[in-house]
């Protein structure tokens, strides 16, 4: 069992950083990839970032490669999401998750936190 709270959520300007934190409970944290997805009203949650369980390998959606950066401290249960030039479209609510492999799928995660707001004005 895997528990998160997500914070550093907030309102940027286009072109602005934030950086994102989940700090997860639970022994078996570290032996979990971590993810993070967004999701706006109406439409389907949407994969951002992955890391395996290491932190070697990290995966990207092709929207935010160049401008997100995923990284996590295991001794610390923490995942983090550096992001910069942060666009209008961005905007959405972002959530962690653990699951067993560092896939772009939804379905691929079996713990999720609620979930922090990030509001990128133009």
């Known amino acids: 069992q895997v528990e998160m709270v997500e914070s550093g959520g907030g309102l940027v300007q286009a072109g602005g950083s934030l950086r994102l934190s989940c700090a997860a409970s639970?022994?078996?944290?570290?032996?979990?990839?971590m993810a993070w997805f967004r999701q706006v009203p109406g439409k389907e949650r949407e994969f951002v970032a992955a890391?395996?369980?290491?932190?070697?390998?990290?995966v990207y959606a092709d929207s935010v490669k160049g401008r997100f950066t995923i990284s996590r401290d295991n001794a610390k249960n923490m995942v983090y999401l550096q992001m910069n030039s942060l666009k209008p479209e961005d905007t959405a609510v972002y959530y962690c998750?653990?699951?067993?492999?560092?896939?772009?799928?939804?379905?691929?995660?079996?713990?999720w936190g609620q979930g922090t707001q990030v509001t990128v004005s133009s």
């Open positions: 890391i395996s369980w290491r932190g070697g390998n990290a």
């Open positions: 998750a653990a699951g067993r492999m560092a896939v772009t799928l939804t379905r691929a995660y079996d713990y």
């Open positions: 639970g022994r078996d944290f570290s032996s979990h990839a």
